[in-house]
């Protein structure tokens, strides 16, 4: 028996960068979460601790500022693409890089509506979190040539308040759960999917790839009459990649975020699905890949 | 030397309510998280173990979920209202009731806009969760007839990107921070505000009076030309008094979450104001209340 | 109406401080997060943003770092009294300071017990964080000389697995609880417990002080037969107030952290108090002070 | 094109399950959080909504404390292989099953040193919980017959004070850290290691083989000069491998929890290695898997 190294990968994670470009008096945000990792010839750091081959975690978090000005941040995927390419083609024992991103939203803060009075305009440089959701990326690139994209997104909660049924399912010994007819479903989506190789495709770019993604889950979770959780997440997947030439895998991970109607009968009063306890743990967790019968091998895209 | 019972209160806390009313094929939605806690006659369950005065905190969370069917859930005010009288009124042992409400927001799920198509109509009943803020209150109702009302938001994240200055500061032997001419300003804000007792006053209803005060909130942080935040907190506040004749106190708690501007010069690059790190900790913590010098005494209020 | 200003203070909080000791080849740990905040005339720069009497919360994060240098740690009281004093003291504009320190504990890693091998002795410089609690303090320093200690812990999880009833309780009509006679009670401990001016007293020092009161409050919840957990929290704020005459006030928070008996019977089982559902919302909240009847007035203690 | 369904798998997760067990007056308590998860024929579910072959995640939460009460809880792993060949040898749907546990470590509040006194004696149903770290285990189940084992931990925060370099790194245009002859290395532990399957082999069982395994990777960590953490990463993961023959494969996750030297030469004062400011984020991340060069074919076993 010999002790071998296996595969390892090493960087800077959660690298906190806002960058503001001033177009005159209007401001544009950028609040992006930036993780890199780089593999390769990394036999001797592991076995002896030589660094010859280890760039810094600390260079590579100077070099996520340092491109923020030089490139500027189009797009996080643009933006991943870019760094990843760099350190495989800049640093001879690196033969791969990820590159992952969140974007963190922000809106721009109203103008008041009435008389403009003093403060009018201001607000070309003020802005307000937006709390729905956070999107990301998770970039690959090889030293054989190989760049993959994943986008995707998370922290997006969604509820039906009804058309959700649950029947009909299997019964064993620890069986108590009863069937029913409506009930409400929610859930917090974290969604992936993974691009063609020709990048975002049809679509002028990965934003606007991303809003239509993003449109098409959301509108097939709410227009899906669900007789599971698992059918929806079916169906969001499959929308998508009906609707969207540049994607060929979607991989989802759904949590059914209970809501169990209260029992008021011992209060005397009945409860027609108007009230619900918001449950916390456990929680259903339902996961599944959905994708093209022609998607090309995804090798380390997900990884 | 003897050991005395000091003030105490107990009760049920995180009560997750979620409410769907049905108004045709539209459904609404409240989600709630109600915390409700009792004090009067405690002495002996403390120091014997004697339940006599106890109602459980079992019953509590029945309650909320009871009066949620009984009597319905408007503003969050009113239902804390409903709920601190009800254990006043009711429980001879209890001479006071605290009970305390955030609301977590969501938005409709908008229709698709071209042609209708499947599922069209759908969104009537689906939502996705508003990430942007937290609606809060705390109620008090005494035994003799004092009913106070906080109103408040937290979780609300803004920033400006300009009109904001730092300098003329006090320096000592430990100082090193240069001062600035134009830097990021952002916060998270928390802010609770006081009603004067007459309830919401000009306002139609405490949800009027909130989306005004939380209007007044955001475009006061929006509009301030900022030399400090404790001069962004003032105007945050007086501009709130001065707008709502119902509201005579502002409490605000402003974390500064710093953004310094990265240093691009080992990389031959100036940084005008555009790269920044947002920083996690230590941050700066600005405190304050902004009050009516007529506002009448604040008494249990705020605790 | 006239506007104006209320109570205030600002600082920089959670300035995350890490002292090292070498002592020959032994390395002593001191893992902190201090916060500071301060008040005093501060009117300016709220109503006109003019920070001639504002030292910058940079200042008050460098003067931590600088006294750990300078004073060194040992008792994080000792230490909070330390920084409130100086800002008092140095600054003119300030009449009050208030410090709040946790400390975070590590373990010693333990040498190998066997023969001693490559490596031995190394455990010197090497540590384990203990996850057990956070000890805590919160200081204030007025101009006029007082000064306040406040010591306590939190994050202290306790079970006790029989030897807790729950009966004799109020009821209403919305009381669906049944009485019990053997349960597991639960508790996540805050406790915080006032100094008498004089100092930790009768105690070498706050860190003598700190381990008997811990000892005291973990023993009396453990060995309270206890009827409600406001039983317990009396017993463990008397035991404090009876063994350590430094202490004239003792606040706890005590969340019931329920543990549900699972109902097996659907499947043929009884259950005799051995399978727990460990929920997590809503829970019971206790909160309470004990005190002894000479203690001297609170003042800004606690706040 | 066709939309295909691709890996999909369901179940309930975080399964709160607290046991006690009485042996005589002393009780044992074992403190779990249980996820379980199903794959199978699940086909019609997803494409239509037939449920026949779903066993509801509900179900699974009963199977759970079902099980505890039937089988009891030894170690983790036992009771994660028992609910997963359930599931595969009970539903003709479900062709595998994958089961995690994570386990919540307690203490018994020590009985008082001196003289016994009231209560003494009652330690023997009172629990501390240990905040040191997480054990967990990921179990997988399929119909082929195969069961595969991963045993692991998180949560555990180690650090040397001294004993640890990083110098003669790669440089480019956008590095600036300088080389360090001393520095403190941290960081939190994310390790899970693969049995063979045969299972804990030579250990008794596999709760002796964790607390082995936890014991190499704690002194590895402590025992190994370092140049750089990838170093300490394979030796911790080399000890393991060289002292278990029962384990094949290690891998680490291990963040490197930066402890930066505060520059006091500002006030006047060095700063030999003494004060620290413990950072957030970024932070460094090393990731590596060490394994035997003999090991057996991986396939679902980490996933």
């Given at each position: 028996?010999?002790?071998?190294?296996g595969?390892?990968?090493?960087?800077?994670?959660?690298?906190?960068?806002?960058?503001?470009?001033?177009?005159?008096?209007?401001?544009?945000l950028?609040?992006?979460?930036?993780?890199?990792?780089?593999?390769?010839?990394m036999?001797?750091?592991?076995?002896?601790?030589?660094?010859?081959?280890?760039?810094?975690?600390?260079?590579?978090?100077?070099t996520?500022?340092?491109?923020?000005?030089?490139?500027g941040?189009?797009?996080?995927?643009?933006?991943a693409?870019?760094?990843?390419?760099?350190?495989?083609?800049s640093?001879?024992?690196?033969?791969?890089?990820?590159?992952?991103?969140?974007?963190?939203?922000?809106?721009?803060?109203?103008?008041?509506?009435?008389g403009?009075?003093?403060?009018?305009g201001?607000?070309?440089?003020?802005?307000?979190?937006?709390?729905?959701?956070?999107?990301?990326?998770?970039?690959?690139?090889?030293?054989d040539?190989t760049?993959?994209v994943?986008?995707?997104l998370?922290?997006?909660?969604?509820?039906?308040?009804?058309?959700?049924?649950?029947s009909?399912?299997?019964?064993?010994?620890?069986?108590?759960?009863?069937?029913?007819?409506?009930?409400?479903?929610?859930?917090?989506?974290?969604?992936?999917w993974?691009h063609l190789p020709?990048?975002?495709?049809?679509?002028?770019?990965?934003?606007?790839?991303?809003d239509?993604?993003?449109?098409?889950?959301?509108?097939?979770?709410?227009?899906?009459?669900?007789?599971?959780l698992?059918?929806?997440?079916?169906?969001?997947?499959?929308r998508?990649?009906?609707?969207?030439d540049e994607?060929c895998?979607?991989?989802l991970?759904?949590?059914?975020?209970?809501?169990?109607?209260?029992?008021?009968?011992?209060?005397?009063?009945?409860?027609?699905?108007?009230?619900?306890?918001?449950?916390?743990?456990?929680?259903?967790?339902?996961?599944?890949?959905?994708?093209?019968?022609?998607?090309?091998?995804?090798?380390?895209?997900?990884?």
């Amino acid at each position: 028996m010999r002790v071998v190294l296996g595969p390892n990968r090493y960087g800077k994670a959660e690298v906190r960068l806002v960058r503001v470009v001033r177009d005159g008096g209007v401001h544009h945000l950028k609040d992006l979460t930036v993780s890199t990792a780089l593999s390769g010839d990394m036999e001797a750091v592991h076995l002896t601790g030589d660094n010859t081959a280890v760039l810094p975690t600390d260079t590579q978090k100077n070099t996520v500022y340092a491109f923020a000005r030089k490139h500027g941040v189009a797009e996080i995927e643009d933006f991943a693409i870019l760094l990843a390419r760099h350190y495989v083609e800049s640093q001879p024992a690196v033969h791969h890089a990820r590159v992952s991103v969140e974007e963190h939203f922000w809106d721009r803060i109203p103008v008041p509506s009435a008389g403009g009075g003093p403060g009018a305009g201001d607000r070309r440089h003020s802005f307000v979190r937006s709390g729905r959701e956070t999107r990301t990326c998770l970039v690959h690139h090889d030293a054989d040539g190989t760049t993959t994209v994943v986008s995707g997104l998370k922290d997006l909660v969604v509820l039906n308040s009804t058309d959700s049924e649950f029947s009909g399912f299997a019964e064993d010994e620890y069986t108590t759960l009863r069937p029913t007819a409506d009930r409400v479903l929610a859930t917090e989506v974290s969604a992936r999917w993974r691009h063609l190789p020709a990048g975002p495709g049809k679509a002028a770019s990965y934003g606007e790839s991303y809003d239509e993604v993003r449109r098409h889950l959301v509108e097939a979770f709410a227009g899906t009459y669900s007789l599971s959780l698992q059918q929806t997440l079916y169906a969001m997947g499959e929308r998508v990649l009906n609707a969207r030439d540049e994607i060929c895998e979607v991989r989802l991970v759904l949590p059914n975020k209970h809501h169990f109607t209260v029992d008021l009968t011992p209060f005397g009063m009945d409860n027609p699905n108007e009230v619900f306890h918001a449950a916390d743990r456990p929680y259903g967790l339902i996961e599944g890949a959905v994708l093209r019968d022609d998607a090309p091998e995804a090798r380390f895209s997900w990884e």
